[in-house]
């Protein structure tokens, strides 16, 4: 596209990174993310949370967690769907590893410090990972 003087915008980049992510290439799509920002073109809420879905789908949670991080100082506002993606992701690895239910539980109680109200679907992950015998937490 740039060859061709036509500047690649959010939404070719936002696609890119979700093609990335769904072939397991979630370390091109943070190159992506950051080629995006280099080039003038900042990245929306919706291509952060493209990415952070693709890294919490294949457990990258130290990645997620700097991107969350990252997000917020570019000063990108997370939202309910942002706030959704890490937990979800989370709870699913706490099947395996309760450090990461820990971790979830706490993200859920910091929501509102972003100034997110946390919506039904937050609420029913919460209430399925504790229903795995998290409950004691």
């Known amino acids: 596209m740039d060859k061709a003087g036509v500047p690649p ?16 290439r979630t370390q091109d799509a943070e190159e992506v993310l950051s080629l995006m920002s280099a080039k003038g073109c900042h990245p929306d809420t919706f291509c952060f949370n493209t990415l952070l879905s693709g890294l919490c789908d294949f457990g990258s ?16 506002t997370p939202n ?40 039904a679907i937050c609420y029913d992950l919460m209430e399925a990972i504790l229903g795995q015998g998290f409950s004691s937490i």
Do not use: E, W
Request: charged letters at 15%; glycine letters at 6%; one cysteine or more.
């Open 80 to 119: 309910t769907v942002t706030h959704n993606t890490y937990i979800k992701g989370l709870c699913k690895a706490a099947l395996c590893d309760q450090s990461d239910f820990v971790t979830a539980l706490k993200l859920f109680r910091q929501i509102t410090d972003y100034g997110v109200s946390p919506d």
């Open 61 to 76: 949670f130290a990645s997620a967690n700097g991107l969350l991080n990252r997000m917020m100082h570019s000063g990108c």
């Open 9 to 24: 915008s959010r939404v070719t980049y936002t696609i890119l990174i979700k093609a990335l992510c769904l072939s397991k």
